[in-house]
């Protein structure tokens, strides 16, 4: 994915919007700017705050329409930070080290750690629809939040949706929320102003911009990028063809794995050791779901026979949280020569670990989490 410094570019339903910055960019603070990447199945929309609001409808006792100045101040307003990633985040690295996939080229870049601030949607459920806090308990149990913005058409359906479990969205712990602020501003058009949903620990898709409605229901989003993208295909599917008959076998995508990642320095370059004989790497990684934060990050240069503790930097106490990734970095001994690989792997608080050199392949490339972090390098 290039990336394109137009930012005035709205995109278009045939060409949306799609960009990464440059990873040592990207690193270079703890809290990403509104620069970071963007994804988007149409085109960025322009609301006016003024003129918008929130349809919440479904399973619900109470159906309503609430406005944005409603959300901020009706509500408690609630501050979470977290990274962001696409699902699809280093598909570039399973398309080349591996075999091809069905899907824009994202390197590693594809994520935000930003601080989001809005009402928690729980509240709003509660206090603006009525939702009851102890009915969840039983028939609740199989519902979904479902989320959609008809703003514009999307590259394979009518509007944008996705939706998540109700548990989680009720869920204190989870801090799903309706951000009408991002980084203590109001949030930019491409990111999603006047409202989007915040969902952390979950892949970005489910994050929907330009929110417009939100439905309890016995189903999941009905809208294409819910139910037929954003799943993990078992590697027998080789095509779209054949994806057809599994798209309702399989569950839809929801937490995102562990993952590290490599900025500094980037696949196919040519770096120098120092004296000692050592190279100075940098990256970010993420947590699985909500079992963040990420405990700890190993790297090698010498295709996993040593490994080294990297130092991790956590981001201000005030923010840190299980939902945000931490940066990196450390001094790894490497030889001389060609087509050199490092590999990084992480670890979060929960356990879960990158277990494996290269991720499972995948039709659509998503969730990928291989440790082989960099290859081709020139060692000089
Ligand atoms: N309305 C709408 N919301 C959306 C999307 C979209 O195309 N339309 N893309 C989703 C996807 S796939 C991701 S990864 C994130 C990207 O958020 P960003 O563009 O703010 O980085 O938004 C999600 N929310
Ligand atoms: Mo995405």
């Known amino acids: 994915m290039q990336a394109i410094v137009d930012l005035q570019n709205d995109g278009t339903v045939k060409e949306p919007i799609n960009r990464e910055m440059p ?9 990403t700017n509104q620069d970071n990447y963007d994804r988007n199945h ?46 699809g985040n280093r598909r570039h690295t399973m398309r080349t080290r591996i075999k091809d996939v069905w899907g824009i080229d994202w390197y590693d ?7 989001w601030e809005g009402p928690r949607l729980r509240d709003v459920l509660m206090q603006g629809a009525g939702v009851d806090e ?13 989320f959609a913005s008809y703003g514009t058409k999307t590259q394979e359906d009518t509007w944008y949706g996705g939706s998540i479990p109700f548990k989680m969205a009720m869920d204190p712990d ?50 294409v990028y819910q139910r037929r993208d954003y799943k993990i295909l078992p590697p027998n599917v080789l095509d779209k063809e054949t994806a057809k008959h599994y798209w309702d076998k399989i569950p839809a995508m929801l937490e995102m794995p562990v993952n590290a990642c490599v900025a500094v320095p980037t696949y196919k370059s ?14 970010y990684a993420v947590p699985q779901g909500s079992h963040g934060p990420v405990t700890r990050v190993e790297v090698s240069g010498d295709e996993g026979k040593t490994w080294v503790d990297a130092t991790l930097d956590y981001g ?24 050199k690989k490092i590999f990084a792997r992480a670890t979060d608080k929960g356990g879960n670990t990158q277990e494996l050199e290269r991720s499972t392949w995948n039709l659509r490339g998503v969730g990928y989490n291989g440790y082989e972090a960099v290859f081709d390098l020139t060692v000089v």
């Open 23 to 31: 990873m040592d960019q990207l690193i270079e603070s703890w809290i």
């Open 42 to 87: 149409g085109p960025i929309q322009h609301k006016l705050a003024s003129e918008h609001d929130i349809t919440l409808d479904g399973l619900v006792s109470r159906p309503i329409k609430i406005t944005i100045e409603s959300l901020q101040t009706d509500y408690p307003q609630h501050t979470v930070a977290c990274a962001l990633s696409c699902a």
């Open 109 to 115: 870049g594809a994520v935000m750690n930003c601080v």
């Open 134 to 146: 102890v009915e969840p308990e039983l028939k609740r149990q199989q519902q979904h939040v479902q």
């Open 174 to 223: 989870m801090d799903v929320i309706l951000a009408v602020k991002m980084n203590g501003k109001s949030i930019p058009p491409r990111h999603g102003y006047p409202v989007r949903a915040i969902v952390p620990g979950v892949l970005g898709a489910r994050s929907v911009k330009w929110l417009d409605r939100i439905t309890v229901s016995e189903e999941e989003s009905p809208c």
């Open 270 to 283: 040519t770096v120098t050791l120092s004296e000692s004989g050592l190279l100075e790497c940098k990256g």
């Open 316 to 339: 201000p106490s005030e923010l840190a949280s299980k939902w945000t990734w931490v940066l990196w970095n450390a001094n790894i001994k490497m030889e001389k020569g060609e087509e």
